[in-house]
């Protein structure tokens, strides 16, 4: 019983704090964050009123279109708050409430943002990486597992796998890449940077070949690569250690 209304409570603050994720994302890359401006609409400019900023629901009841002027809102608002929420709950789901589960509510969390400021600006900001670093150094060296001496290689290897792709592919990835994969190997440590690298690099390839295939992005496009760096950082952090042990036993 109170499994299931703590996994309630971890689903709303999950989309609570994806609307907050969605500010954080689209106005720390413009550098409006700190401006106290009420949310507007884009298209009309109107100030929007509280019952039309609640996550999720106001979308819904207005059929995704602003109040005043119809104009469409952005799927990515729902969306990225339903995404929170959805890994908030699996978070708790999958942890349980112990210190671990701060950490992996912190890496979602991260994650959350730079793929909102990378579809949208194709854009990974350093001020949001300085935010999280000091905090992810914090589980260094307080977390056994694993180790600190793994977690600084992890970083250390992570931005210099993004590195390596970025010479010898001339513009696949940025420096943003790098320094997130650095900061996400300091949380998953060696074996598991590995892990989220190579299925990081698998789902973007195969996502944005069948994206050029079906003719929605060019050759020449260039390419958001956050969002798959968020997915095969998931599989890491949650399934890395199995993933190691199943390949390890069949290897
Ligand atoms: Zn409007």
Known sequence: MTQSILSFYFFILGIVLG????????????????????SYCPSCSVSLRWFELIPVLSYIVQSGKCRHCTAPISKMYPLIEMLTGLLFLFCYVHIGIQPLLLEALLFVSLLIIITVSDLKYMLIPNRILLVFLPLFLLFVMWQPNPPWFSRLLGG?????????????SKGGMGAGDMKLFGLLGLVLGLQNV???FFFSTIIGAIISGLLLIIGV???????????????????????????????????
Do not use: C, E
Not at 19 to 38: A, C, D, E
Not at 156 to 168: C, D, H, P, S, T
Not at 221 to 250: E, R, V
């Open 19 to 38: 609307s907050f994720y969605n500010v954080v994302g689209l106005r720390v890359p413009t550098k409006t964050f700190f401006q106290s401006q009420r």
């Open 156 to 168: 250390g290897v992570g931005a210099g796998l993004i590195l390596l792709v970025i010479l010898f």
């Open 194 to 196: 590995l892990i989220a």
């Open 217 to 251: 992005i060019g050759r020449k496009d260039p390419f958001p690569f956050g969002p798959f760096i968020g997915m095969g950082a998931l599989i890491s952090y949650f399934y890395g250690n199995d993933i190691w042990n199943w390949y390890m036993h069949i290897g």
